[in-house]
T-cell receptor
Framework: QQPVQSPQAVILREGEDAVINCSSSKALYSVHWYRQKHGEAPVFLMI?????EQKGHDKISASFNEKKQQSSLYLTASQLSYSGTYFC???????????FGGGTRLMVKP | EAQVTQNPRYLITVTGKKLTVTCSQNMNHEYMSWYRQDPGLGLRQIYY???????DKGDVPEGYKVSRKEKRNFPLILESPSPNQTSLYFCASSIGTSFTGELFFGEGSRLTVL
């Protein structure tokens, strides 16, 4: 079963902040975040393991709450280069499949 | 340069004509996988392989076959393509098999079945 992402789409002005949420009805062992720019392959951003630690990638950070089975991706002071579709991914309990959410389309305008 | 290479990048074919999409990685990764991407549905896993000669079904395996005879190659075979297999396909690989590391994706293969 796919993780559920929200919102499905968001439009920002440069410099604004955004939050993308990812939730699962099943236990989350870790959460992966990827970004896909138009016409390109998905690219790895970060992985969050159990423990609730936050991770960062430039001005993009994320949190993981395994009790709530949720993760959030925070984009601070967004830049034009942040535009794209963001996917969260959740492995199954055997660790041999990674299931992605439906994606959140982010558009940053000047 | 570390990469996952897929071929062909674009293909238009007709219903029933067997085709193979090749995938090769040069990173000595154990894990390889195929995904298809359709609008509104995100990336859905078709098949995966934990190592040579070890393959298993993902969430949407119907109509596809795979093989893993060498560590670097993981071809996707459509024995009798149908229009509902029109999609963007991505091959991906990872160093380990427990998803503590990243997936490296190929550039994608856009397939149209008429």
């Amino acid at each position: 079963q796919q993780p559920v992402q929200s919102p499905q789409a968001v439009i920002l002005r440069e410099g604004e902040d955004a939050v993308i949420n990812c939730s699962s009805s099943k236990a989350l062992y870790s959460v992966h975040w990827y970004r896909q720019k138009h016409g390109e392959a998905p690219v790895f951003l970060m992985i969050l393991l159990k423990g609730g630690e936050q991770k960062g990638h430039d001005k993009i950070s994320a949190s993981f709450n395994e009790k709530k089975q949720q993760s959030s991706l925070y984009l601070t002071a967004s830049q034009l280069s942040y535009s794209g579709t963001y996917f969260c991914g959740a492995p199954n309990n055997a660790g041999n499949m990674l299931t992605f959410g439906g994606g959140t389309r982010l558009m940053v305008k000047p | 340069e570390a990469q996952v290479t897929q071929n062909p990048r674009y293909l238009i074919t007709v219903t029933g004509k067997k085709l193979t999409v090749t995938c090769s990685q040069n990173m000595n990764h154990e894990y390889m996988s195929w995904y298809r991407q359709d609008p509104g549905l995100g990336l859905r896993q078709i098949y995966y392989s934990m190592n040579v000669e070890v393959t298993d079904k993902g969430d949407v395996p119907e109509g596809y076959k795979v093989s893993r005879k060498e560590k670097r190659n993981f071809p996707l075979i459509l024995e009798s393509p149908s229009p509902n297999q029109t999609s963007l396909y991505f091959c991906a690989s990872s160093i380990g098999t427990s998803f503590t590391g990243e997936l490296f994706f190929g550039e994608g293969s856009r397939l149209t079945v008429l």
